[in-house]
């Protein structure tokens, strides 16, 4: 079930809002690097100055067909049973997870009554996955994203006070493009792509896909050109996200770079799954661990419904 209406407030926007007598949303930036979740890189696109050029980007892991197709309808399916609130920027939501003030850092469990029942095999299948080793989701939020409404999420970080280490999103519905940006004022060092003439993706050298605490080498990027220093601001890396991926951002990913989808990145509706895990502060041995452990107790009880 679907709420009619917009959500959007303050700067924010959507094309229910924007009427022809407003002016036109600021265009939108290009990605000028792509990542290669087979190699853990960041490639300057073609037509960008910086093709030709690489970098470690490290703290994504990526795995493609994370569900069938089969399950991903049957988890839509039951999402649409909800009604689907709006929110900001074109998007609109369901939420499972405690009430939250993040301005004053105040927490309660509220009306949470646990992640709902179908996510239950979700959280057993990622398990499966070395990076998210521990992960214990407190909540999940549900985004609806169509481009009737110029759905969008602007550059942010998730909050690091009760959200911890891992953000884990599974995409449903349509494939689309995560874009990665960087307000700090340091410089990232690029590498010379060695195969470049040849036009194959990777550098030669062995890589993997980065797991937590770990970083993409750069053993075997070499060239004829030496490393360069770019300013951080100048660099926007697109992780392509296909149908029914999982994507998991830790370590740089999460608290360095910023991440956004792009409005001209929605072609079709897409739905995504995000989960979190608590920050120390909540878990063993933080301030606030009986609240931790009482909140986690609701969460996976897996008997909930939108709060």
Known sequence: ???????CKGIRSCLLCEGPAQAAPPPQAEDNFTYCPATGLAKGNEGSKFAGWTFPFPGVFLMEEFISED????????????DWKPSQSGRKKQDYGPKVNF????????SFTGLPSFSKKIVAQMKACAVLGGFLPV??????????????????????????????????????VLSMSCDSQDSIQLFPTASQENGDLNPPGSFTQASAGEKPSVEGIKGSLSPRLVPSKEVTVAI????????????DARYRWKHAIQRKHIEQRRVCVTFRELSAEFSAGGRHEELGKELLGIALSFQGRPV
């Open 240 to 251: 392509p996200l296909p149908r029914r991926s999982l994507v998991v951002l830790h370590g």
């Open 71 to 82: 399950e991903e309808s049957e988890i839509v399916e039951l999402m649409d049973q909800d």
């Open 1 to 7: 079930m679907e709420a009619a209406g917009c959500g």
């Open 103 to 110: 301005k004053k850092q105040r927490m309660k469990a509220g």
């Open 139 to 176: 909540e999940q939020c549900n985004l609806d994203y169509m481009p009737e409404r110029g759905s969008a999420i602007d550059p942010h970080f998730d909050d690091w006070w009760l959200w911890g280490e891992r953000l884990v999103s599974l995409n449903l519905l349509s494939k689309t």
